[in-house]
């Protein structure tokens, strides 16, 4: 079974505007949640992370909400860049080294 | 500072054959994970090593195995190679365990 879903396999906004990038979660034993951002043929790149004391944590652009209680964990773009476009895995970490990813969400920022 | 590097960026193998792969991680990180992205299954974690010592082990055949070195670079292994382990194999480096960066990952085409 899926630990880490990410119920929406593509987004398409228009650049300026914000994107938002959903992911749920099943376990509550997690100390981490983080955000990847990955480009074919390419290793995936940190992008922010929220330790699981917190609700928000941001960083420039990027700004990451976790909702404990509905186990949901969200990010944030804005404004959004064509650059912007890529796929983005989100991720769940208990601190050993292991990290668990959702499938992927591909966002496509339109000029 | 350096990023992770891995070697080599393509290989071709035929079945039956195995491969050994390369990782230096960032310098002073001491963590080393593995993950194997296809496109069916996304980021799967293979393993993590951390002091030369596997803490992590994902759920795959024996025919995957990793070490570790006092370096703290590492290798991976696959034996006896299947049509089905064709993919892209990632290696990330960690300074504590939370947020990891990766490489540029190694594509693996068994034949």
């Known amino acids: 079974d899926q630990q880490v879903k990410q119920n929406s396999p593509s987004l398409s906004v228009q650049e300026g505007r914000i994107s938002i990038l959903n992911c749920d979660y099943t376990n509550s034993m997690f100390d981490y949640f983080l955000w990847y951002k990955k480009y074919p043929a390419e290793g995936p790149t940190f992008l922010i992370s929220?330790?699981?004391?917190?609700d928000k944590n941001e960083d420039g652009r990027f700004t990451v909400f976790l909702n404990k209680s509905a186990k949901h964990l969200s990010l944030h773009i804005v404004p959004s860049q064509p650059g912007d476009s890529a796929v983005y895995f989100c991720?769940?970490?208990?601190?050993?080294?292991?990290?668990?990813f959702g499938q992927g969400t591909t966002l496509q920022v339109k000029p | 500072k350096a990023g992770v590097t891995q070697t080599p960026r393509y290989l071709i193998k035929t079945r039956g054959q195995q491969v050994t792969l390369s990782c230096s991680p960032i310098s002073g990180h001491r963590s080393v994970s593995w993950y194997q992205q296809t496109p069916g299954q996304g980021l799967q974690f293979l393993f993590e090593y951390f002091s030369e010592t596997q803490r992590n082990k994902g759920n795959f055949p024996g025919r995957f195995s990793g070490r570790q070195f006092s370096n703290s670079r590492s290798e991976m292994n696959v034996s006896t190679l299947e049509l089905g382990d064709s993919a892209l194999y990632l290696c990330?480096?960690?300074?504590?365990?939370?947020?990891?960066?990766f490489g540029q990952g190694t594509r693996l085409t068994v034949v």
């Open positions: 990330a480096s960690s300074l504590r365990g939370v947020e990891a960066f």
């Open positions: 991720a769940e970490s208990s601190q050993t080294g292991k990290l668990i």
């Open positions: 929220i330790s699981s004391i917190k």
